[in-house]
């Protein structure tokens, strides 16, 4: 169905951080299948990973243990916060799990007949219709009335708006620690650090959407790690999986309140996807991707500033965090500039009409950078500068 508006290209192959079309034109991939692809493409690791798990098992269901499935969720709880995993698909899969151990919590513990979360306006948290809900983005919501309750919304990086908006039902927050799709806005350390002190003295839980911030986007394995606090649950899936689907909802240990039929995922950490996941994760650590998040990060960071400062009537900032950034136009011109890059050999993609957003690979090099930046210099210099300014 039309659910996307396409760009007029066929992607045929990768390898490393570029994309060939079926007229073996090539691009260079700044979108990383929206910062899913932290390997790039057809990285030797994943592709090794993969192909000996179909050749030895694709799939049993949840019914059965697998040696891989605990051996990804012991490496995801030895690297963070959480203890217990939940597997799925996708980053709406793990956002419903999230809500609906919130809500049982909230009952079972807080004692509230009907919880309430609260969101983030002008956040992402997917598109199946509890995540559609909690996304506080109202042209993502039209068409889909009734939305599930139990959700209300405040501004981002708002604290005393957040505490005014706590009622006696409140049983949880959920927050992006950079919105990702909202613009590219990172939270503020203190904004989050206030946030976790209040869910503290009332016994709330506080939910971060590490969808696309996690796995070493920022330059640090974790979002949160960057805001000083640490959340009850997490949600993970894109970069996870390195392009293959997989999904998880962290948690520690006494939040993981699911019990045998309380929630389930047929497909969910499959051996096929789980092995895949631990090639990633291995790959993260044996290439030291996530430092060079950091620092690659820090030269795109440079070099976008470089850009604002001359085109300074387009360009009103750059913001992110680590291999997570958006450069933030005066006008909401960003589908112009991401279509001029895409006839320049540059895939990028939008975050909303002002921004335009960069989440390479994380195994990006310093002369990928370049050329990314470069080709971003034609592109705004092809731009006509607005007259108002
Ligand atoms: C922060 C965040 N949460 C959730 C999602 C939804 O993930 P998925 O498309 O895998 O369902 C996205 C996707 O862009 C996201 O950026």
């Known amino acids: 169905?039309?659910?996307?508006?396409?760009?007029?290209?066929?992607l045929e192959r990768g390898e490393g951080c570029y994309v060939w079309d079926n007229e073996g034109r090539r691009y260079l991939d700044f979108v990383a299948g929206i910062?899913?692809?932290?390997l790039g493409h057809a990285h030797p690791a994943l592709v090794e990973a993969v192909s000996r798990q179909v050749r030895t098992l694709v799939h049993v269901s949840n019914l059965y243990y697998t040696s891989l499935q605990g051996d990804l969720a012991l490496w995801?709880?030895?690297?963070?916060?959480?203890e217990q995993i939940f597997f799925c698909?996708?980053?709406a899969e793990a956002n419903e799990g999230a809500i609906k151990l919130a809500r049982k919590y909230g009952r079972t513990v807080l004692g509230i007949e009907a919880p309430e979360i609260l969101t983030a306006h002008r956040s992402f948290h997917g598109r199946t219709l509890a995540a559609v809900t909690a996304t506080g983005q109202p042209k993502y919501h039209k068409h889909f009335h009734p939305l599930v309750p139990g959700f209300d919304y405040v501004p981002y990086n708002d604290f005393e708006a957040l505490r005014g908006q706590l009622t006696g039902h409140t049983a949880a927050i959920l927050l992006e620690p950079?919105?990702?799709?909202?613009?590219?806005?990172?939270?503020?350390?203190?904004?989050?650090?206030?946030?976790?002190?209040?869910?503290?003295?009332?016994g709330i839980l506080l939910i971060l959407d590490e969808v696309q911030t996690g796995m070493g986007r920022t330059g640090k394995l974790w979002g949160y790690e960057h805001l000083g606090i640490e959340p009850d649950l997490f949600t993970i899936a894109k970069a996870l999986g390195g392009g293959v689907p997989i999904g998880a909802l962290c948690?520690?240990?006494?939040?993981?309140?699911f019990e045998p039929g309380d929630h389930a995922s047929t497909f969910g950490g499959n051996p096929l996807a789980c092995a895949a996941a631990l090639a990633v994760c291995h790959t993260l650590e044996?290439?030291?991707l996530v430092e060079n998040a950091r620092v690659r990060g820090a030269q795109l960071v440079e070099g976008l500033e470089r850009l604002q400062e001359r085109f300074a009537p387009l360009v009103a900032s750059v913001r992110g965090r680590g291999l997570m950034q958006g450069l933030v136009l005066r006008e909401p011109r960003a589908a112009e500039v991401v279509k001029l890059a895409l006839e320049s050999g540059l895939l990028l993609v939008g975050a909303g009409p002002e921004v335009v957003r960069f989440v390479p690979p994380l195994v990006v090099t310093a002369a990928q950078i370049e050329e990314a930046l470069a080709v971003l210099e034609q592109v705004l210099a092809r731009l006509p500068v607005p007259l108002a300014v």
């Open 76 to 82: 995801l709880s030895t690297h963070s916060c959480a």
């Open 1 to 10: 169905m039309s659910t996307y508006g396409r760009f007029p290209v066929v």
């Open 178 to 202: 950079i919105q990702g799709e909202g613009g590219v806005v990172p939270g503020e350390a203190e904004y989050f650090r206030q946030v976790r002190r209040l869910c503290d003295e009332r």
């Open 35 to 38: 910062a899913t692809c932290a």
């Open 89 to 91: 698909n996708s980053g």
């Open 286 to 288: 044996a290439e030291g």
């Open 251 to 257: 948690a520690k240990p006494r939040y993981a309140l």
